[in-house]
């Protein structure tokens, strides 16, 4: 069983910053590929971010590349998602996901907000 808890969410000014945290206990973690997802107010959830298992593979989608980086400590089974340059268009509930090494994202956690004021 895969129990993923995101943390770090909150409020911060257009131009700020932000490092969201997504703690996965249960099964093995190291070969899982992890990622992040957003689902703005009214919208669609929308891929952010993802991680191959060792991490030396990684993926963005186009409206954070360059600002956004994921990266992940698979010896504390943790993925991060450093947030820079926010925007307030980047306000949105931030999902962490998990899944078996070359499958889909199975496993969700519960979200966390993070607000960009303008």
């Known amino acids: 069983q895969v129990h993923l808890v995101e943390s770090g969410g909150g409020f911060v000014q257009a131009g700020g910053s932000l490092r969201l945290s997504c703690a996965n206990s249960g099964r093995t973690f190291s070969s899982d590929i992890m990622g992040w997802f957003r689902q703005p107010p009214g919208k669609e959830r929308e891929f952010v971010a993802g991680s191959s298992g060792s991490g030396g593979t990684t993926y963005y989608g186009d409206s954070v590349k360059g600002r956004f980086t994921i990266s992940r400590d698979n010896a504390k089974n943790t993925v991060y998602l450093q947030m820079s340059s926010l925007k307030p268009e980047d306000t949105a509930v931030y999902y962490c996901?998990?899944?078996?090494?070359?499958?889909?994202?199975?496993?969700w956690g519960q979200g966390t907000q993070v607000t960009v004021s303008s």
């Open positions: 996901a998990a899944g078996p090494a070359g499958g889909q994202y199975v496993y």
